[in-house]
C-alpha cells in the first residue's frame, strides 16, 4: 500500500529511499534533482522559520531592506511603532515587484509598473486615477495589500515564515534555544549588523553548502589544512581543536562548543577551576566579547549558560534549514586573539546555484575599535574573499555536479562516524549532547530534519 | 521635459570627481610608464607571479572593495558601501594572503588556480600636488574559468588607484575597486583584481 502522506518522485522513488535512516546514507541523487527542489521550495523553504537580516540594518521608522526568502523577494519594513514587517514584494495586480532598491526609507511604497501604491505595512492605498478604479470593486481593499508573512525578532535577528500556523519561533528551535541564547541573547543591547551582507553566487546546490554548516567538524583538517600549515595562524596541528562537545537537536539545529584550554596555551589554567569569570575574561574572552561586559553577561545568562560560554563556547555551527553561524578566534602574530562573528545564509537559486549571503556583526555596546578589527578580520577570513571560505566555494558545485552521474547518482553520501562517548556527566545543557571528537551526528541530525519536512503533508 | 534633464546634484559617487585641470595627457611620457605598469601588473596576475606583484605594492597600501548595492539615482552615492566591504586590506594582509598560496600546499580555492585574463582599459591619469603620486583610474574586465566549465565567469569594475613613482619605478599605494555587481557572479575573491 503506498502512503498517501508519503512525498514521492515521478519515478517512484521516496524520501525513505534518498535517506536511509538504518545506515545512514543519503543517495547523492538527492543533492541536486530538479523534482526534489521544487518540493523543497515548498516543503522547506514554504514552511521553516527563515533569518532575513538584523533589524540594525533598519533602525528608523520607514527604513526598509529587501532581501529573498527562499525564492520569493520580501520587503522587510519598520513601522512607526517601531514593529518590523516582512511581506512578499510582489505587487498584487501583475506581479512586478514592488521595492526595486536593496535598502531605502519611504512611507509609501509605489509599484513603477501601474502605479499601485502600498504604506510600508503593506496595506493597498490605491491606484492611480483613483475614480476609475484600476483594482475594480470585486474584491475590497483590503484584500488588495501585500501578501504578510509571520515575522519574529530573536536577539535582533529577523526571522520570518509563510507558515501562518505553524510552529511558534521557540518552538521551531526548540531545546537549542539554550546554546542559541548564549550568542544572540547575551548583552543588554544585543548585536548590530556592521553593514549590509557581502552577496555572491555558488554554483552549487543550496544543501551541500547547509548540511555542511550543520556542524561539520571533519572537513576542517582537510579542505581547511591551510590554517594548520601557515605558521602565522597556529601551532600547526587542528586536530586538538577538534575535541569539544556538539550539540544538536532532531529540528537540524547544532553548535560545536570548543573547549578554550585546547585552542590556546594561554587558557591552559581554565582547565583546574581556580579561575574567577573575570580572570578567564582577561585571558580568552568568547568571541565578541569584551571583558567589560561580565556585567551584562551575568544578568543576560543563567550561571551553567555563563560558565560553559566562557569555558567552551559555541565557535560554529549552523540553524536549519540554511544558516551557518561562526563566533571564531583569529590569533594575531602578536598574541592578541580577535573575536568574530559572522552569519551566512545560503539562500537557493535553482537546483545548481546558490547565493552566499553573509552578514558580519558585533555587540553594539563594543568599543569602536573592536568591532573596525573584527570586521576587517571576518572580511579576511570568511565569505567573498575570506581566506577560510574561498575553500569551500570550489567544493560544492563539485558535489553539485558529481551528483548528476547515471553512476554517481546512486551512491551514497555516509554519516557513519557516530558518537559513542556518553555526555559528561556535568554538562550543563539540554538538547542531543555529543562528547568527544567531531563526528557526523550533527550532519546526520540536519537530514532527519529534512527527511521530517520533505515527507510531511503539503 | 527637455532633452538636457539635469543630473540630480546629490549624485555622489567615487568616480563622480570633476574632471581635473591637472589631467596627465594620454600618450604622454608618464601616461605610458602608468599604463605599462598596470598592463605589466595584469600580466603578472594572470600569470600567477604574486611575489612579483607584491614587490610592486607600496607599504602602506590600502587595498578594498565596497560592497554595491542597488538604490535610486537620487541615492547613487549610496550604491557603494564602505562598511561591509569584499576586500578591506593593508600591505600587511595582502602579504598574509599571498602567504596562504605561496607558503601552503592546501589553498584549494586557487588550486588548481583559475585561468584568468585581466583586460585593463580607460586609463584616465591625474597629477596630483606631489609630483610622484598620480591618481589613475582604469576599467579592468577579468574573466575566470575554472576545471572544465565552458562559460567564462566575468567580473567587471573601476579601479581608483593610487600610484607613487619611485627610482625603481613606480608603486601602488591605494586602490578601491568599484566592482559592477551588488551580487557577485564570482564563487569568491581569491584572486585580486
Redesign the interface.
Known amino acids: 500500500m503506498l502512503d498517501r502522506t508519503r512525498t514521492t518522485l515521478s519515478d517512484g522513488t521516496t524520501i525513505d529511499d534518498l535517506i536511509n535512516i538504518e545506515t545512514r546514507e543519503v543517495q547523492l541523487r538527492a543533492i541536486s534533482d530538479p523534482e526534489l527542489y521544487d518540493i523543497e521550495m515548498r516543503k522547506v523553504f514554504g514552511k521553516t522559520w527563515l533569518l532575513l537580516g538584523h533589524e540594525s540594518e533598519i533602525p528608523n521608522p520607514g527604513d526598509f531592506i529587501t532581501r529573498l526568502m527562499g525564492s520569493d523577494p520580501v520587503l522587510i519594513t519598520r513601522q512607526k511603532d517601531g514593529s518590523i514587517r516582512v511581506m512578499l514584494n510582489v505587487c498584487p495586480h501583475r506581479g512586478m515587484r514592488v521595492c526595486t532598491a536593496d535598502a531605502g526609507n519611504a512611507k509609501v511604497h509605489t509599484c513603477i509598473y501601474h502605479g499601485w501604491a502600498f504604506k510600508n505595512d503593506g496595506d493597498f492605498i490605491g491606484a492611480p486615477v483613483a475614480g476609475e478604479k484600476m483594482h475594480g470593486d470585486i474584491l475590497p481593499k483590503e484584500k488588495l495589500g501585500l501578501t504578510q508573512a509571520r515575522s519574529h525578532l530573536y536577539g535582533g535577528l529577523i526571522f520570518a515564515t509563510w507558515n501562518l500556523e505553524g510552529p511558534s519561533f521557540d518552538e521551531f528551535l526548540g531545546e537549542m534555544k539554550w546554546y542559541y541564547d548564549m550568542l544572540f541573547c547575551r548583552t543588554d543591547k544585543g548585536l548590530e549588523a556592521l553593514g549590509p551582507p557581502q552577496r555572491f553566487t555558488i554554483k552549487a546546490n543550496w544543501k551541500t553548502a547547509c548540511e555542511q554548516s550543520a556542524s561539520d567538524g571533519f572537513h576542517t583538517l582537510t579542505l581547511h589544512r591551510w590554517l594548520g600549515e601557515f605558521a602565522k595562524f597556529g601551532d600547526g596541528d587542528l586536530t586538538t581543536s577538534m575535541y569539544g562537545t556538539e550539540v544538536s537537536s532532531l529540528q537540524g539545529h547544532s553548535l560545536r562548543c570548543m573547549p578554550v584550554a585546547n585552542k590556546f596555551k594561554q587558557a591552559a589554567g581554565f582547565r583546574d577551576g581556580n579561575l574567577t569569570l573575570e580572570e578567564k575574561l582577561a585571558i580568552v574572552p568568547p568571541p565578541g566579547i569584551t571583558k567589560e561586559m561580565l556585567p551584562e553577561l551575568i544578568r543576560n545568562l543563567s550561571p551553567e549558560q555563563l560558565g560553559l560560554l566562557v569555558d567552551s563556547p559555541p565557535q560554529v555551527g549552523g540553524m536549519f534549514p540554511n544558516v551557518l553561524i561562526a563566533f571564531i578566534y583569529v590569533p594575531q602574530p602578536d598574541g592578541e586573539i580577535i573575536g568574530l562573528t559572522s552569519l551566512h545564509t545560503y539562500i537557493p537559486k535553482g537546483p545548481d546555484e546558490l547565493e552566499f549571503c553573509n552578514y558580519i556583526l558585533a555587540e553594539k555596546d563594543a568599543p569602536e575599535e573592536h568591532k573596525q578589527k573584527a570586521l576587517q578580520f571576518a572580511v579576511r577570513m570568511l565569505g567573498t574573499s575570506g581566506m577560510v571560505e574561498q575553500d569551500d566555494s570550489d567544493t560544492w558545485p563539485h558535489i553539485t555536479q558529481t551528483a548528476k552521474g547515471a553512476a554517481a547518482r546512486n551512491i551514497t553520501m555516509k554519516y557513519q562516524a557516530v558518537c559513542t562517548t556518553p555526555p559528561r556527566p556535568d554538562w550543563p545543557g539540554p538538547a542531543l549532547v555529543y562528547e568527544g571528537f567531531t563526528k557526523d551526528d550533527t550532519q546526520w541530525n540536519w537530514w532527519l530534519a529534512y527527511r521530517e519536512l520533505m515527507n510531511a503533508p503539503a | 521635459m527637455t532633452m538636457n534633464a539635469v543630473i540630480p546634484t546629490d549624485v555622489s559617487v567615487a568616480s563622480d570627481a570633476p574632471f581635473r585641470p591637472n589631467r596627465v595627457p594620454v600618450g604622454s611620457p608618464a601616461y605610458n610608464e602608468i599604463t605599462e605598469f598596470l598592463y605589466e601588473e595584469a600580466w603578472l596576475l594572470d600569470e600567477i607571479r604574486l611575489a612579483e606583484w607584491v614587490a610592486r605594492l607600496d607599504v602602506d597600501l590600502r587595498y578594498t ?1 565596497p ?1 554595491r ?4 539615482l537620487h ?1 547613487h552615492a ?1 550604491s557603494i ?1 564602505r ?7 593593508t600591505y600587511a ?1 595582502i602579504r ?2 599571498v ?2 598560496i605561496t ?8 588550486d588548481p588556480p583559475s585561468r584568468t585574463r585581466r583586460l585593463v582599459t580607460n586609463i584616465l591619469v591625474d597629477s596630483t600636488d606631489d609630483p610622484d603620486e598620480f591618481e589613475v583610474k582604469s576599467y579592468l574586465l577579468c574573466s575566470r574559468s ?2 572544465e566549465e565552458t562559460n567564462l565567469l566575468f567580473l567587471s569594475c573601476v579601479r581608483h588607484d593610487l600610484l607613487r613613482r619611485y627610482d625603481d619605478g613606480i608603486k601602488l599605494a591605494r586602490r578601491e575597486i568599484i566592482v559592477d555587481q ?9 584572486i585580486f583584481l
Open positions: 572593495c560592497v548595492q542597488t538604490r535610486p541615492q549610496q558601501v562598511t561591509v566591504m569584499h576586500f578591506d586590506e594582509s598574509g594572503r602567504g596562504r607558503d601552503t600546499r592546501s589553498a584549494w580555492a586557487e575554472r576545471f551588488t551580487v557577485l557572479g564570482f564563487p569568491n575573491l581569491a
